[in-house]
């Protein structure tokens, strides 16, 4: 029954989102968590042509809380293009504004009008992103661009989320509560 809730209310939240677009004040927002996040993307940390450590994500999950899911997740593909214009890390490949996509959408799916966000939903909503881009789509791509085997690059991303995911689930959930105490919009 709760999974159909879920669905239930992410198609409702989709079509509320939806009208976000139609808003100026909404897209003027988004574009300046687009340039927030443009900025924050350029300290990250480039390990390999495989790894890099970087937290922006906070920002599109927080763009996602007031806009929702549609709107976040088109503002994802453009500050995606952005951030390689800005800074480019190798050739430009689209799927990563895909990955961008997926993660504003789906921050968007769980935050998105919600009067309280518990611990619960910014957990799901982090484990959902980590594992759809980081586990799932991130070693597609690399594979595609590398030429290395999906498998050896998932089994290698597996320790690397083991580690990051705390970090990056209590960056999101601090910084969440901090936004929706300081500046509540529902």
Excluded: H
């Amino acid at each position: 029954m709760e999974k159909e809730v879920f669905f239930m209310n992410s198609v409702q939240t989709i079509k509320e989102s939806t009208k976000e677009l139609k808003k100026v004040s909404s897209l003027t927002g988004t574009a300046l968590f687009m340039a927030l996040k443009a900025v924050v993307a350029q300290f990250t940390i480039t390990v390999s042509n495989v790894l890099e450590i970087g937290f922006s994500s906070v920002v599109t999950g927080v763009c996602a809380l007031y806009y929702g899911p549609v709107l976040s997740g088109l503002a994802g593909i453009l500050a995606d293009t952005i951030e390689y214009i800005l800074r480019p890390t190798g050739p430009y490949f689209p799927g990563f504004a895909i990955n961008e996509f997926v993660a504003g959408f789906l921050f968007g799916c769980f935050f998105y009008k919600q009067k309280e966000i518990s611990w619960k939903r910014i957990l799901c909503a982090q484990l959902s992103v980590s594992f759809i881009n980081n586990l799932l789509l991130t070693p597609l791509w690399l594979s595609m661009l590398y030429g290395n085997t999906f498998y050896a690059l998932w089994i290698g991303r597996i320790g690397i989320q083991l580690l990051r995911f705390p970090i990056d689930f209590f960056l999101l959930f601090i910084v969440i509560k901090t936004v929706k105490r300081v500046r509540p919009k529902y």
